[in-house]
């Protein structure tokens, strides 16, 4: 059974870092693309970052250039590295994964979150002003 744990969530000052983590287990991450998405309250989930098993990452525009996706495959972890947080990062953040196979088209498909098979539970950030 997989599983995908984040951690590293937490209450921060706007300006603040702040290091998520995603553990996986019951699959070899370095077989899997893998994404971040969040939600705040009353809003739909969107996609935040996404790195593909070859290492290429994607962002959405609002966090490009503050947040850095990574990948260990030999600790089967992935983290969300999130510098200069606003307040408007606050949501649940959720770690996603899926198998990498030959069609699955990821630099069309990161973003979306039907592509992915297997979600962690959220881990909460919080960002005050």
């Known amino acids: 059974q997989v599983q995908a744990v984040e951690s590293g969530g937490g209450l921060v000052q706007a300006g603040n870092s702040l290091r998520l983590s995603c553990a996986v287990s019951?699959?070899?991450?370095?077989?899997?693309?893998m994404a971040w998405f969040r939600q705040a309250p009353g809003k739909e989930r969107e996609f935040v970052a996404a790195i593909g098993r070859g290492s290429i990452t994607y962002y959405t525009d609002s966090v490009k250039g503050r947040f850095t996706i990574a990948r260990d495959d030999t600790k089967n972890t992935g983290y969300l590295q999130m510098n200069d947080l606003e307040p408007e990062d606050s949501a649940i953040y959720y770690c996603?994964?899926?198998?990498?196979?030959?069609?699955?088209?990821?630099?069309?498909?990161?973003?979306?979150?039907?592509?992915?098979?297997?979600w962690g539970q959220g881990t909460q950030v919080s960002v005050s002003s």
């Open positions: 996603a994964l899926t198998q990498a196979t030959l069609g699955t088209r990821y630099y069309i498909t990161h973003a979306r979150a039907a592509t992915y098979a297997y």
């Open positions: 019951g699959r070899t991450l370095s077989g899997c693309h």
